[in-house]
């Protein structure tokens, strides 16, 4: 195992002090809580917007810090969930007063502590809302699930709320968005090797060398077979198919299509997706509006894609174009 870190134990407070070092004019990193938190949170009358998850998914969650997009980002230690303190500490330090929603990935982990999280937040007398992001089409359960895994939407859905909870916009209406901004979105994956966790200091699972598994979770996680690998072309079909099947999306709609790198895979190869997704798409008359392409929800070094589509509307489309500034994204600014 060949990793840049020192000691095993402190891979994520290291990488914690990275950020604060980089970007302190975004964000500011909590030790005690592990928590990272908007520069300028709380921000009176704003809906909070708070997210998390096991770390090893740069830049998710910490990444899309900053403004127009979450106001805090609670990482537990690698592949494994945060803690109900860590939420609860983010659920205060972001309360400008009009209430927090938290965004859950459908882990169980990640389900219950943020369910604990705003249980407690909630006899503090602070308003918490939730959305929990369940858009993997590969499986409905899964190792560390019940139900279908929350992954790309994920990111799309922290960009589009973001956008609209800048505006002061309510609780309701910052809620109700996310629920369909999630429900609009389906994604799939394909890994072509493992990843190795440092405390683990091995391959989570073994690929052969002509081997690709379909379905992949972010941690890992069987998907829905294994197979001999094939052409970019292939591959892209395979995860395209579901996604249009599941989603019901007919000629003449508009998406957003997110196209991933799980974290091993080099930008020629995920525009080489791209285009194959594209040609699919117009071959059956489907608009790509928006897009999104690169390294945002990652699983450590692994190699493979996963593909995301999400049907758009107008205020979806307002919302994603609307200002943002994060370490991750940034646009219009």
């Known amino acids: 195992m060949k990793k840049l870190i020192n000691r095993v134990e402190d891979v994520v407070t290291d990488a914690l002090s990275g950020m604060q070092a980089l970007h302190p004019e975004l964000l500011r990193?909590?030790?005690e809580n592990q928590i990272?938190?908007?520069?300028?949170?709380?921000i009176r009358g704003k809906?909070?917007?708070?997210?998390?998850?096991?770390?090893?998914?740069?830049?998710?969650?910490?990444?899309?810090?900053?403004?127009g997009m979450l106001d805090a980002a609670c990482p537990g230690a690698v592949f494994t969930s945060p803690v109900p303190d860590q939420m609860l500490a983010a659920t205060r330090a972001v309360d400008g007063g009009a209430g927090v929603l938290h965004i859950v990935k459908n882990y169980t982990g990640d389900v219950l502590n943020f369910e604990m999280a705003a249980e407690l937040a909630a006899a503090e007398g602070i308003e918490v809302a939730s959305v929990v992001t369940n858009d993997d089409v590969a499986v409905q359960d899964s190792t560390w699930t019940a139900g279908r895994r929350g992954v790309g939407v994920t990111v799309l859905l922290e960009k589009i709320i973001g956008g609209l909870a800048e505006t002061g916009a309510p609780l309701s209406a910052v809620a109700e968005l996310a629920q369909r901004v999630n429900a609009q979105g389906r994604s799939m994956g394909v890994a072509l090797t493992s990843c190795t966790v440092p405390a683990a200091g091995k391959p989570t699972f073994e690929l052969g060398e002509d081997e690709m598994e379909i379905g992949v979770g972010i941690?890992?996680?069987?998907?829905?077979?294994?197979a001999k690998l094939a052409s970019a072309a292939e591959i892209a079909e395979i995860m395209v198919s579901p996604i249009l099947e599941d989603l019901s999306l007919k000629s003449g709609?508009?998406?957003?299509?997110?196209?991933?790198?799980?974290?091993?895979?080099?930008?020629?190869?995920?525009?080489?997706i791209a285009s194959e997704l594209a040609k699919t798409l117009r071959g059956k008359n489907i608009t790509i509006a928006r897009s999104l392409i690169g390294n945002y929800i990652t699983s450590l070094e692994m190699a493979g894609t996963s593909i995301t589509l999400l049907r758009l509307d107008d205020e979806m489309v307002r919302y994603w174009d609307a200002p943002v500034h994060t370490p991750a994204l940034c646009w219009g600014m």
């Open 29 to 31: 990193v909590d030790f």
């Open 36 to 42: 990272i938190v908007r520069a300028d949170a709380p």
């Open 47 to 67: 809906v909070g917007l708070v997210s998390g998850g096991g770390s090893g998914h740069e830049p998710l969650h910490g990444g899309f810090v900053g403004h």
């Open 219 to 226: 941690h890992g996680e069987p998907g829905r077979r294994r």
């Open 253 to 272: 709609e508009r998406v957003l299509a997110f196209v991933n790198g799980l974290g091993g895979t080099p930008l020629i190869e995920l525009y080489i």
